[in-house]
């Protein structure tokens, strides 16, 4: 038989034990919540129909070469699509240093928008080349190349095979 006094000192130490560990599981949910809720009002952003204009009329760009698609949408020539284009490039930045420090899933931002960030990736990703090299040097949008890759990862981890169309969002018969 345990003697009583023994199991005086031993129950405090449980129901401290049980605290903390109820603690840490409400903390770690806590956090899981704030990291979904700072996506969706991200994602909500680029959801609505402003954010699609924006993201169509961007993704609807067309030019032959780096001085032809500065000579129609360089902030020098044409302020509205500049700034149109830096705002949807920043979004998807924004996504990338969220990935990037641990505070929102890869698999979280894939269901919601992977195919949208490696279609815009892969049609901006030889204009920001080039603009790191002219103008903001190697790190300029590094995080949306990072959340780029990730998406890419996580398409083929999930065996996915889809390429982005070569005509983007536009219909072709």
């Given at each position: ?18 605290s ?7 903390l ?8 979904a ?5 991200l ?5 609505k ?9 961007t ?27 830096l ?16 505070l929102?899933?890869?698999?979280m ?13 892969e ?7 080039e603009q ?21 990862s996580?398409?083929?981890?999930r ?15």
């Open positions: 038989m345990v003697p009583l006094d023994q199991v005086i000192y031993v129950l405090p130490l449980l129901g401290i034990a049980v903390i560990l109820y603690y840490a599981m409400v770690r949910n806590s956090n899981r919540t704030r990291a809720q700072l996506f969706m009002s994602h909500n952003e680029m959801v129909v402003e954010g699609m204009v924006r993201f169509l009329d993704m609807y760009m067309e030019w032959d070469d780096y001085a032809d698609f500065e000579r129609k949408y360089g902030s020098d020539n044409n302020p509205k699509a500049y700034a149109q284009r705002s949807l490039w920043n979004s998807f930045n924004n996504y990338g240093v969220l990935l990037k420090k641990g929102i899933d890869p698999e931002i894939y269901d919601a928008a992977g195919a949208v960030i490696i279609m815009s990736w049609k901006w990703r030889p204009i920001i080349i790191r090299a002219r103008y903001f040097g190697p790190n300029y949008f590094e995080h949306w190349e990072h959340l780029a890759t990730i998406m890419r996580t398409q083929k981890r065996g996915i095979t889809w390429e982005p169309p070569e005509t983007g969002f536009k219909f072709v018969e």
